[in-house]
């Protein structure tokens, strides 16, 4: 009986256009908590009173200080994981050609991967809601809440809040990789947000193998799951990695 991890390998060594699509969880071992699962953030506040864009839109300032300036201080300093490293070199084998991720931490971007689709936006930057101005988060004064733009408006994340449409050119360009690739890797995400969960469903559809990663169950580990690997991205991945080097180039 073929361990899982050297059956992921074979699959993954073998792949031309494997794509990622990755959550929270990869990015657990860089010292940013999930929101769901053990330490999940919902687990403490409820999402729907400071992650919808009606309560944003009603209380900014409530939202910025029990949300936006936590989420600040954790993303500042947070830096990518073997988890993560271990996309890029997927990359730079040649294996995987897109991360399509629905954090808005940046580390993938960070860490080196080239091809990354922020299915829920991200936090870099913040605009005005009245002059739509951009500004780095990094510059962004937090000694008034809410911070302000300089024409005076309130300034929000460039992250998709509850209630929001996804950008529409990440939804379909994540429909489409999907649809194309031959092996996608799911890590760290408890597949229950859409549309994001169904990227796995379009690439199992369309004769993808599906290898997921993650130390718990999901709604897909059982039914779509082709390999699911039990465990942290951050021990899996550096293993997958090793197993996928004795295998050298693929022909
Ligand atoms: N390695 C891999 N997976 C992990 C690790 C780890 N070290 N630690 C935890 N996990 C798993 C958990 O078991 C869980 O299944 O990561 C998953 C995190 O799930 P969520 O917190 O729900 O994160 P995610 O799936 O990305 O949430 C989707 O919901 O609130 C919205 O916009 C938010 O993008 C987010 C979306």
Redesign the pocket.
Known sequence: MIEPIEHAADILSKAKSAVAL?????S??SGI??????G???EKID?MKV?HIDAFLDDPETVWKLLIKDMKTVLDTARPNP?HIGLVDLERLGILKTVIT???DGLHQMAGNSDVIE??GNFAWQSCLDCNQSIKTSQVDLTQMPPRCSCGGILRPD??F?GEMIPHDALIRSQRVSAACDAMLV???????QP??TMPLIAKDNGAVIIE????P?PLTSRISDLPLL??????MPRLLKAIRRRGPST
């Open positions: 990755t959550g929270a969880g990869i657990v071992e908590p999930p929101f769901r699962g053990k999940g953030l919902w999402p992650a988890g629905q954090n808005v299915f829920h992250c998709v509850f890590i760290g995400t408890s597949a229950l947000v994001a969960a990663i993650n130390p718990e999901t465990g942290g991205a951050g021990s899996i």
